[in-house]
Every structure is written in structure tokens, then in C-alpha cells.
């Protein structure tokens, strides 16, 4: 073998080599898009059945994702354009995730509230949201429904023990003539506007079709 033919073999192999790194780096790339993929695809598949995503639930199948991995699988998600209905909100103890598409902000948020069981802040947030928003106040027959699900016992303790925390004082009772009991904000409401409203959404809207 002449010098020019075993240059021209060690050029080969030489090339081939790095063809292989490059070839197997490609593969690594691809293979973490796919699971950030399929981790916008599960989320938005749980919100689509009403159901925030934490963190922990990726660490299963059929994700089985490494704690390692699940910050950074979350941040590349966040980057891509074409998950950008997926949002990523912080609880207390918990990151939560859950595609815009199926659930809003606004009942994410009570969602979270419900599953850390912080509920004198979800009481009061959603009295407090209502009473600025729209205004109007808050029946409180709300709290027994999903995402809520307070038994009237649950409830009623719970706002008694509300009442005496300075932290939640502008959330304030109302009730119609037959007895119906709406919360509202003084923040944002006064009490005879409340009053009013109660009023008419539980007896006059009836009598006045």
C-alpha cells in the first residue's frame, strides 16, 4: 500500500468517525424533542378532561421522566411556538401546568387553590374577582360545584373561620329576601349595590322575565 492510499483510508475512517458522533448527536436532539412533544400533548390531553398537570405526574408513566429532566423539559415546552397555549403556574409547593385551549387562567387558579387546600384565599379571590370584574356578588352555592366541591357544612365552617382573619375583612355577606346569602368585596362593591343585585338575581329577576 502506497502513502497517498493509506492517507486516503485514515481520511475515511476519520470521517466516518465524526459522521457517527454527529449522527448520534442528531439522534439526542431528536429524541428530546419527541418527549417534549409528548409532554405538550399529555398536558393538553389533562386539561381537555379538566385536570391540571403537576410536576410530579411526570415522573410516571407514560412520561417517566427524570426529576432532573422535568425543569428543563418545562422550559424547552415553554420556548416552542407551537405549545404556546401551554401555561405554567407556581403553587405554594407544586408547578402546575395545563393547556389554555381547555381551561382558563381564571379557573386554573381555582383549581390550584382547591388542591393545595388554601381555601380562605380561593373564597376570597373568587369573591373578590367577581366583585371587580363584572361586579356582582358571589352566591354561595358556587363552593359546592367542581371545581369547589365544599359540602354546605365544609362551607360554612370554613367562612366562619374566614370571618375572623383581618387578612380576608373586606369580604362581606349579603342577602335577599328569601334568604339566599351572596358574598361580595367591599374593595370593589358598595353594600347597597350588592344588596340590589342579590335581590334581583334571587327574587326579581323571576317576577320580572
Not at 17 to 35: A, H, R
Request: charged share 35%; aromatic share 10%.
Amino acid at each position: 500500500m502506497n502513502n497517498e492510499s493509506y492517507k486516503n483510508d485514515e481520511l475515511t475512517d476519520e470521517e466516518l468517525t465524526k459522521s457517527d458522533y454527529n449522527s448520534g448527536e442528531e439522534d439526542g436532539i431528536e429524541e428530546v424533542q419527541d418527549k417534549v412533544v409528548l409532554l405538550g400533548c399529555f398536558i393538553r390531553d389533562k386539561s381537555y378532561e379538566g385536570i391540571l398537570t403537576n410536576a410530579e405526574d411526570l415522573l410516571d408513566e407514560p412520561l417517566s421522566l427524570e426529576v432532573d429532566e422535568i425543569l428543563t423539559m418545562i422550559d424547552d415546552l415553554q420556548t416552542r411556538e407551537e405549545f404556546s397555549d401551554i401555561c405554567v403556574r407556581k403553587g405554594k409547593e407544586k408547578i402546575y401546568l395545563f393547556s389554555e385551549n381547555h381551561i382558563t387562567n381564571n379557573y386554573a387558579k381555582m383549581m390550584i387553590s382547591v388542591e393545595e387546600r388554601d381555601l380562605f384565599k380561593m373564597i376570597a379571590e373568587t369573591v373578590r374577582e367577581e366583585s371587580k370584574i363584572y361586579p356582582r356578588p358571589t352566591d354561595v352555592r358556587l363552593f359546592t360545584k367542581a371545581p369547589f366541591k365544599l359540602s354546605k357544612e365544609e362551607f360554612y365552617q370554613i367562612y366562619e373561620q374566614l370571618k375572623k382573619n383581618e387578612e380576608y375583612n373586606d369580604i362581606q355577606e349579603t342577602r335577599a329576601s328569601n334568604n339566599a346569602m351572596y358574598l361580595y368585596s367591599d374593595r370593589f362593591m358598595k353594600k347597597v349595590h350588592a344588596a340590589s343585585l342579590t335581590e334581583w338575581i334571587e327574587v326579581e329577576a323571576e317576577q320580572n322575565p
